[in-house]
């Protein structure tokens, strides 16, 4: 049983402890928050422990009057590993300060920098990889959703060559300081995109990526054009992704015309609504001059849940890929 | 066992159906659909016996391989009550074309005209008045939201008069053709606005509103001005709201700073984020010159949901208010 | 002194009446409306004489106290040429019902379909083939913007190939009834998107295009992948870009960051902030192995004045290309 | 002939100068801005002279090849008067910083603590009050759109009492880091909310307000209720209204439905589509039981410019208030 330490219960970080509880081979001990905030009373309520996640805020969590087990430190000692779910480049003070002096194993997510770890992790394409490693680092969400894809159209069809175009969600749901109210972002102006470089830490792969940020919150979207090494039909691509649980096949005429009925379609089936799947568009997936165009949406909050989890397997050496894929998928309701 | 019918299993009809399906004395027995889209599909899969809303589109749903028992006129002989949740004035036309002829007793919701029924309801104000009738008419999220806050107060510290502003959210989350993009909309321009007289069909009190449109999907927010009759503290107002279930008290010190968080708390909570309380932030009630200043969020979904099950109740004379109130409550984690 | 009558003075018509008014080889007879709104005052206040635009309303605009000369069928018979800026689709049928019957030119715009007109045009590109026709098309606000750039491009560099993602704007600033609130519609799902194929009737091009809708109301940012013929670099692309008085360059540097920069200088410098040219972020500009990566955005209700402009001079064979962009760009500041 | 500096070049201070320049009795003697981007050369363009505001910068505008005259310091030198146009707070340490070292007259923006100045000021409201003053403030948008209906109100009916609910603009249009993406913001929670206080500042009147941020760029809205002295009715009000040039009465009839309207009118109307009226809705003026019902749209990046001249006239006693607003409405097409 191995014992998860959940540093930065928030976006990632509560979605990543739901997770591994309910795996039979990994419990959650204890989860930091910096603040006594209703998501740190919901921590509580759940039946987490809290830890402070900055150990000279212990007092701001008692005088909310919410109890708190002690500090980051003393959750590590409970530890055999650390899932890392702090803000962008905090995870690697984080490092520093903590896991490398308490020769702790820990996961980043990909908002660190990719030397961070000894390696970047996505679970379909790079398993083995992170077998045995003390620092993994789990790919961010477009990343993700980009080498989940990429991966089976290489295994499949071979690719030559890989242009996407990112128009992301400016922020989450949850954000109400920052954002872009009525624009388009370029972002970054200077092309190429870091997504390229960034699958490229997990997959062998020619891509080259440009990002935009519009307004919205719920999902990204990708549009893909992949240009094949061998010849396929549409049907082709389609039975290869229905063949794979991380990837959800929907289309236009069952109403999904947008962003905001696939929300709507998974608030339905998951707390949250989280949808740890690359909702790839059906009818999008077309062959003009044996280049493939495909469209999918992204759920930045959960898709990089179900690897952080497969993650911790590969680590301890838990399981092979494809049992691990398995045992998650189960758990989290992906078919 | 009361046999329900939902005639509309859209965005309060599919909240309504779960609400019902989890009370003891009553059952859903069917719900109506007008297209075969992925909601049609989400209510097979949940176990809902599925009929056509539109008895001539059968076969719509038939080529879509979706399998439906039969048309609305099928479902109501087999039900006792109809929840009529279709668009805005279908209920009307549903009402004279097939409930009447049936002889059924019908539920409408908020969007039709006070006259569709022979009483507008809410469970707090209202309850004995659906007490053995045929047609009730639950009133709108709006409506249900300033009713419950001013039942109680009224109740308790009498009111002179009343002026709120409601800030409307312009859509529903799922919503991608309608809208407003970059604006504020007077609606209506001119004043006052529906939602005054409509909230004195359940309640006794002088009231004035106005109503703006704006480009969010998540909540309305009301910002109440309440004249009262006798000398109240914040403290008392407090005390009132926190011992009535239906209202649930949020503080900015808890992180509550705008609706965007509310709806993250409550994605941890229920299913489809589903808020049947009014949300009022607890910080903003303030009362200046004998007139009570406070702010609600109402969840424009789910609010009316625990009202229909308890007017069925009502209807059909299966318990006194507390006590179905209660059982609705208890059923819908409400607390 | 070429005549010209706007039918439909709305988002395109308004300003291609101005910019036609500040012509000297022609002169607005006047405008058409459907209905007395503060568009059809501001016609009048600006001295533009207004017409009925659907014959059976010019009862509406007497009631409104507004003046009208007559009915669009009257307008006709003082005109040489009819620019149609009514709705998608109305052109098609303004030309049936009136425009063959009079015998009268017209020019339409790109909501209608390419075989509305003879010829579909855009001035850079194919200037010569309006040369004295009857019916022309003027290309819609994507596609002149993609055109504009790939005929730059094609001319000096050659083209194999090209990929281009619009990430458009949902809808005009001024709409408030429509929209996108908070999603990203894949539009059309099914790839790929019309936009292709559109730029082909003005430019022979290799081109594949998708295109998605965003909730903005600002301007549509293309993404675009064009393969060469030849080598180029980055300065080269530029230098040739620095030469087009349509094609604007800007940098993130200077401030412009997002659309909502560009906008703001735009409302420093030109009535309703039009922006006639292209806006290509000139850092954006980035050839990788052969292939150029190039971000532009586009003022959906001002790009396609000029050529509207042009088109006439075409039609009328006033002037060469040449001679008629660079009168219509001085008169409109584009420099 | 007054030498007036504007401090800080940015969305209210370019508004301002150019609305200096254009008097008879004063002029802009230079401007300055914290950094070389396409704000600074485009006051360089119009013929502005740059001045560095932070001096250490001087060398940044150098580098990017923009001619800046000198600093802060060297402009002052060459003022009468300095309009302090910096962000919140930052006028309140130029003032320590510079104005009173250098004994000059400065008027600041609503952003800065009332104490900055020795008195607010609304034109229409207490312009005597600020008659030789060495430091005034005008006061923010909200407070001076309130303050301009409220005088005019209190003036021709007397008021007992105002109860106003102001739906802001999160963001100004040019903003594409900070926002509300889909949510509404109590802002601030803690009820009433600061505006009230502030009209008092400039107007003795009786009101609370309370305020709310919405996800919009355009304009502010604002829902009031004024329990009024003397009887009334809605023709009485809008006479009252329809005088005063400050005001502009729109309704839903000519078009007039939301804010994106009013602004689409403006952008036919003024460089960067400026409001520097009131824009009530006609149709809302409602009185019931003695109590009237408006709302406001306020142009937030506009409304205060007049009151600036105003300011400067009343400082150095150049003319009486009418005069002034006269001159000031007359040069800016106030009317």
Request: glycine share 6%; with cysteine; charged share 30%.
């Amino acid at each position: 049983m191995i014992k998860v330490a959940i540093n930065g219960y928030g976006t990632i970080g509560k979605r990543v402890a739901d997770a591994v509880n309910c795996q039979k081979d990994m419990e959650v001990v204890g989860v930091t928050k910096t603040k006594p905030d209703f998501e740190a009373k919901l921590a509580v309520k759940k039946g987490y422990k809290l830890y402070a996640a900055i150990p000279e805020r212990l007092k701001v969590f008692e005088d909310a009057g919410i109890k708190v087990e002690g500090t980051i430190e003393d959750l590590i000692e409970k530890a055999d590993v650390v899932i890392d779910c702090s803000p962008n480049k905090v995870g690697a003070e984080n490092k520093a300060k903590y896991y490398e002096k308490a020769g702790i194993k820990a996961i980043f997510q990909g908002g660190e920098k990719k030397d961070v770890a000894e390696v970047s992790f996505n679970a379909l394409s790079n398993y083995d990889m992170a077998k045995g490693k003390k620092f993994v680092r789990v790919v961010s969400c477009n990343t993700t959703g980009l080498t989940r894809l990429l991966y089976l159209i290489k295994e499949n069809f071979g690719i030559k060559k890989v242009r996407a175009t990112m128009i992301r969600r400016v922020v989450d749901p949850k954000e109400d300081k920052k954002g872009l109210v009525n624009g388009i972002m370029p972002n970054p102006v200077k092309l190429p995109s870091h997504h390229g470089p960034d699958v490229q830490t997990v997959l062998d792969v020619n891509i080259t990526t440009t990002a935009f940020k519009v307004p919205t919150t719920l999902m990204h979207v990708h549009s893909i054009n992949i240009e094949l090494e061998s010849d396929a039909k549409n049907e082709d691509v389609i039975a290869v992704l229905e063949n794979e649980p991380r990837i959800m096949l929907v289309s236009e005429e069952e109403g999904f015309t947008s962003t905001t009925k696939v929300i709507e379609y998974a608030r339905e089936c998951r707390m949250r609504y989280d949808i740890f799947e690359n909702v790839v568009w059906r009818d999008s997936i077309s062959i003009v001059d044996g280049e493939l165009y495909v469209t999918q949406a992204i759920h930045q909050e959960a898709i990089v849940v179900p690897e952080n989890v497969d993650a911790i397997r590969a680590m301890f050496e838990l399981a092979e890929r494809d049992e691990s894929m398995k045992i998650t998928n189960e758990s989290l309701g992906i078919c």
